[in-house]
């Protein structure tokens, strides 16, 4: 039974993800590395777009907007050649949520420094990179950002505990890591119409799902994971689940399963008439 169970939700998570492919870019803020055809551009858009991932779509997109609108069309020249300074002054007046204009500009100055130091920002994380080790490397990749110059934004030679460029780089040992988990894998996940598998050197088994309030609903419905806070272990927790499926690239399944929640095919609570996945789990 249990293997019967497992081949239909199988086909089923298949499903979802012909149904839910390239052409619901809109619907997510991968669509704007997508405009760019330089991969390092790709990479300092994704990580933008990835950055400010958090709140309502329609504002995401238009703060994201408002960001690239300042970068031109060669987003990667434009921050190595603009000092941070500058950049403060020409986002002066942005704001999402809690991030203001300084801490999307310290964002790009230590980016900008990690092109300058390495050449991309792969080859930046890469350094950071374990194999089997997603959440140490990520501590490590938000660690060494922190560290690099930012270009005298702050009084202090160092980024200040309490600056909003640390919401950026998340230490996946007090949360989700959400957002970096999102840019690993549009960045390493094989290009399919949806990622840009630009990172070839990061295993898909080693990524972790980007776990927001839509995918830790639909995880804890099928039983992939029991936990009651959707940190990082439970985001660990649902990317084994998923791993039974295919265990070279579990994460596959996220832009899919996302999409049932931002496009509201997920109800809140298990439906199991209404919802495909949860019919399987009842």
């Not at 089923?12 to 809109?26: I, V």
């Not at 000092?83 to 310290?106: I, N, P, Y």
């Not at 039974?244 to 899919?256: C, G, L, R």
């Amino acid at each position: 039974m249990g293997a019967r169970l497992n081949r239909r939700l199988h086909d089923r998570l298949e499903s979802l993800r012909t149904r839910y492919g390239a052409s619901y870019l809109s619907s997510d803020p991968l669509e704007f590395p997508h405009r760019f055809p330089d991969p390092l551009d790709r990479e300092v858009v994704g990580l933008v777009a990835s950055s400010l991932a958090y709140g309502n779509v329609k504002i995401i997109r238009r703060s994201i907007e408002r960001v690239l609108d300042s970068l031109g069309t060669r987003p990667a020249a434009t921050i190595t050649r603009m000092g941070s300074k500058e950049m403060g002054q020409v986002l002066h007046g942005f704001q999402h949520r809690w991030t203001r204009a300084k801490d999307v500009a310290c964002l790009l100055a230590l980016v900008a420094r990690m092109i300058e130091e390495r050449g991309s920002i792969g080859a930046f994380f890469a350094e950071s990179y374990t194999l089997g080790d997603m959440a140490g490397s990520l501590q490590r990749f938000s660690e060494g950002a922190l560290a690099l110059d930012h270009g005298g934004l702050y009084r202090t030679r160092g980024i200040p505990k309490g600056a909003g460029v640390r919401f950026f780089f998340p230490n996946p040992r007090t949360g989700a890591a959400k957002r970096l988990n999102m840019y690993l894998r549009w960045m390493a996940r094989p290009d399919d119409g949806v990622d840009l598998g630009l990172w070839r050197f990061v295993r898909t088994r080693d990524l972790v799902i980007p776990l927001d309030t839509h995918i830790f609903r639909i995880g804890r419905h099928l039983g992939w994971t029991e936990r009651k806070t959707p940190g990082f272990p439970a985001a660990v927790d649902i990317t084994r689940s998923l791993a039974h499926f295919d265990p070279e690239d579990p994460v596959k399944y996220d832009f899919a399963l996302s999409r049932l929640g931002i496009l509201e095919g997920c109800p809140r609570h298990p439906r199991p008439r209404d919802c495909e996945l949860c019919s399987l789990a009842a």
